[in-house]
């Protein structure tokens, strides 16, 4: 084998075993900082990351979602029963 078949054989590795960490990985490794939007705040909530709601209003990640209506919207559309 040459060495740019081994070179394509470690980045495949790498990438299967980047992968199969982001399936593992906890929810509450996330933040809110790092949610883009609204709908990925809400996801991340309902996928168990508690610390997104921390005054318990039921709007996770404030700095995405802005009103109870918006995120009720998205947990419906998802199917998440997160009270």
Not at 18 to 31: F, N, Q, T, V
Not at 38 to 56: H, L, T
């Amino acid at each position: 084998m040459n060495a740019g078949g081994t070179d394509m054989k470690f980045v495949r590795v790498g990438l299967a075993l980047a992968g199969m960490i982001a399936l593992i990985a906890p929810a509450h490794a996330r933040s809110c900082k790092a949610a883009s939007s609204c709908r990925e705040a809400v996801e991340m909530w309902c996928n168990g990351y508690s610390g997104a709601d921390r005054d318990n209003d039921g709007i996770p990640c404030e700095n995405v979602c802005r009103t109870k209506a918006q995120v009720d919207r998205i947990k419906a559309e998802i199917g998440c029963d997160h009270r």
